[in-house]
Nanobody, 124 residues
Framework: QVQLVESGGGLVQAGGSLRLSCAAS????????SGWFRQAPGKEREFVAA???????IYSDSVKGRFTISRDTAKNTVYLQMNSLKPEDTAVYYC??????????????????WGQGTQVTVSS
């Protein structure tokens, strides 16, 4: 059983930055794909970014160039650096781990374990 705990959310003005962290209970991020998703009220869960065990990253078009996913395997932690935040980035952000394959995926159904989420609110 993999446990994931997100932190770092909060309230920020448009144009500001936040860094989210996701800590795993074991060395999961060293071996598997990890991803960030978000869900705004009344909307479906949306892909944000993912990183493979080799460090290759993919991003959604809506965050490309503004967000950066990274990981520190020594700390069993994955990060999401969010810059130039916009009000439409407001959502609950979740980290997730994909155990079955080594390729990154943008589909929530491909991920096996999820954190509890952290709220990000961007004011205009």
């Amino acid at each position: 059983q993999v446990q994931l705990v997100e932190s770092g959310g909060g309230l920020v003005q448009a144009g500001g930055s936040l860094r989210l962290s996701c800590a795993a209970s074991d060395g999961t991020f060293r071996s598997y794909v990890s991803g960030w998703f978000r869900q705004a009220p009344g909307k479906e869960r949306e892909f944000v970014a993912a990183i493979t065990r080799s460090g290759a990253a993919i991003y959604s078009d809506s965050v490309k160039g503004r967000f950066t996913i990274s990981r520190d395997t020594a700390k069993n932690t994955v990060y999401l650096q969010m810059n130039s935040l916009k009000p439409e980035d407001t959502a609950v952000y979740y980290c997730a781990v994909r155990l079955s394959f080594y390729s990154a995926s943008s589909y929530p159904s491909d991920y096996d374990y999820w954190g509890q989420g952290t709220q990000v609110t961007v004011s205009s």
